[in-house]
């Protein structure tokens, strides 16, 4: 028989998030690192089958609603993608808080969401826009020279924002739109020669160029693990961002970073000091624009989508 899997679809600046809210699998109790791990493990047909075409594109970022690991906590999320999971999302966790009041499970005010990498707080304001408080955010290596083959050598600082970048500043090549193909080309060949020379946790490249005056402070192209790009300013690339920026003594608390995206959303971020880092605070407004139900036929050949 065909089971069912309810979804509900959003994007935060162009970027969509998928939440499965019923329907999911059966991931036990405990943390939500260990539940990931068992996402992973026994249930991986699910995400592909969610995300994948001919449901889904690679663009498309999915999420799995969970009862909250902590006390208090208004839910437990697991983010994932074409390739597979995101330790933790910023437009994800938007998109997340936008469905959850679509369903009316929060209102405004501030909710504390369980991710695998820790608790991140996100607050719902009364135009529906949402702040979010993530995990603390730093920089582990400024600077770092890397050979990039057909690029010569590319620098650029290696940060932790909820995923691992490689922040490079684009003085070579125009953050437009209209270059998007050669903006990822660039991207794929500086993350293979940043994991080959020496850091192979990192599976983002963060671009980043001059901002549109009157409009923004920077702009940026975010290619995602699984080769696409982020149509938003990317919530943990800004947070990765906000933590270099501050390293080097350019942004203080309670400044407001205007970080831009390649399709032109905006997120506006900020920082708390942290041991060790920041606390980045990113606000950005996701929109629902999909409910539906996934039909999973066992004798489709595609059932679980194209992997």
């Not at 999915?62 to 993608?81: D, K, S």
């Not at 920026?245 to 205007?258: C, S, V």
Request: aromatic letters at 6%; proline letters at 6%.
């Amino acid at each position: 028989m065909s089971s069912v899997i309810h979804v509900v679809d959003s994007h935060t600046g162009g970027e969509p998030t998928r939440v499965i809210v019923a329907g999911g699998p059966d991931l036990g109790v405990g943390s939500i690192a260990d539940q990931l791990i068992r996402f992973r493990e026994k249930h991986d047909h699910v995400r592909a089958g969610v995300v994948n075409e001919p449901r889904g594109s690679d663009v498309l970022v999915g999420a799995i609603l969970l009862p909250p690991a902590t006390p208090g906590a208004a839910a437990g999320v697991i983010f994932f993608n074409n390739v597979g999971y995101l330790g933790m999302c910023g437009h994800g966790v938007i998109g997340v808080m936008a469905t959850l009041a679509y369903l009316g499970k929060v209102s405004a005010g501030t909710h504390q969401i369980d991710t695998p990498v820790g608790p991140v707080e996100a607050t719902l304001h009364a135009d529906m826009s949402v702040s979010l408080r993530n995990v603390r955010s730093y920089r582990a290596r400024k600077d770092v020279a890397v050979n990039v083959h057909g690029l010569g050598e590319v620098r650029g600082d290696v940060a932790w924002g909820g995923n691992w970048f490689f922040l490079v500043h684009a003085d070579r090549w125009d953050v437009e739109l209209r270059n998007v193909e050669q903006l990822t080309n660039v991207s794929w060949r500086i993350r293979q020669a940043v994991n080959e020379q020496g850091f192979p946790e990192v599976d983002h490249v963060e671009l980043i160029g001059p901002g549109t005056p009157g409009k923004s402070d920077a702009r940026n192209f975010v290619l995602c693990p699984g080769k696409a790009y982020d149509r938003s300013p990317c919530g943990t690339g800004t947070s990765a961002k906000l933590a270099c920026l501050f390293a080097d003594g350019k942004i203080k608390p309670g400044q407001t970073w205007r970080q831009e995206s390649i399709t032109g959303s905006i997120f506006e971020g900020e920082v708390e000091e942290s041991e060790g880092g920041v606390a980045p605070i990113i606000r950005g407004r996701a929109y629902v624009n999909s409910e539906a139900k996934l039909i999973f036929n066992p004798e489709d050949p595609c059932c679980w989508g194209i992997r």
